[in-house]
């Protein structure tokens, strides 16, 4: 059996070679190389975007975890905090890839909120903060399918990374959507059950 190189191979090789040599110019610039398309300043900004609209989930997940009352509120709270966690991790990923294409996360609370997609409503009652936090996943799932059509091919690893993110965030939308229905209806029986003695008072 021959062992001998297709020209296919042989090309392949010399694409190596070339590889070598790009990857020892310009080293200062990390994980970007040549062979990154993507406009990293639009990027860098619309990660921050992203970054940001994570960061207002966090703190609103958080807000509601420490003050939701009501019934269901304790296993409501737990759903709350257990997003404001994978939230932050989101973050996290975000601005590890921003630091990666050479960019500074932006963290900068007093410009955070006019920088997210989503909006930090704190909401009344415990059904108002399920609503909120559900309109915000929808948000955040619109823009980041947005992005990620955005990036396309141009930025490979940005995009995986959103789409990772994407996923989870539509789990949560259906953890929120799943939620009010069960408090709604909750709500609805308590109402009836304590407005039945007045009507028969009456």
């Known amino acids: ?80 905090l257990e997003h404001a966690k994978e939230e932050q991790d989101h973050a996290d990923k975000i601005a590890e890839r921003i630091t990666q294409l050479d960019g500074e996360p932006d963290f900068n609370p007093a410009t955070l909120a006019g920088r997210s997609h989503s909006e930090y409503v704190e909401g009344k009652s415990l059904a108002d903060m399920i609503r909120e936090d559900l309109i915000a996943e929808r948000i955040a799932i619109e823009s980041y399918n947005e992005i990620i059509r955005y990036l396309g091919g141009n930025d490979p690893t940005s995009r995986r990374v959103m789409e990772e993110i994407l996923a989870k965030e539509e789990e949560h939308a259906e953890d929120m959507r799943n939620l009010i229905q069960t408090v709604t209806q909750a709500e609805q029986a308590h109402k009836s059950r304590t407005e039945e003695p007045l009507r028969r008072a009456s």
């Open 1 to 80: 059996m021959s062992l001998a190189k297709t020209p296919q191979e042989g090309s392949f090789v010399a694409d190596i070679q070339a590889i070598r040599q790009r990857a020892r110019q310009h080293i200062e610039n990390g994980a970007v190389t040549d062979a990154y398309r993507g406009d990293r300043t639009t990027v860098i900004k619309v990660l921050n975007e992203a970054l940001a609209t994570e960061l207002v989930c966090v703190l609103r997940y958080k807000r509601h975890y420490f003050t939701a009352t009501g019934i269901h509120a304790q296993a409501v709270a737990e759903e709350f």
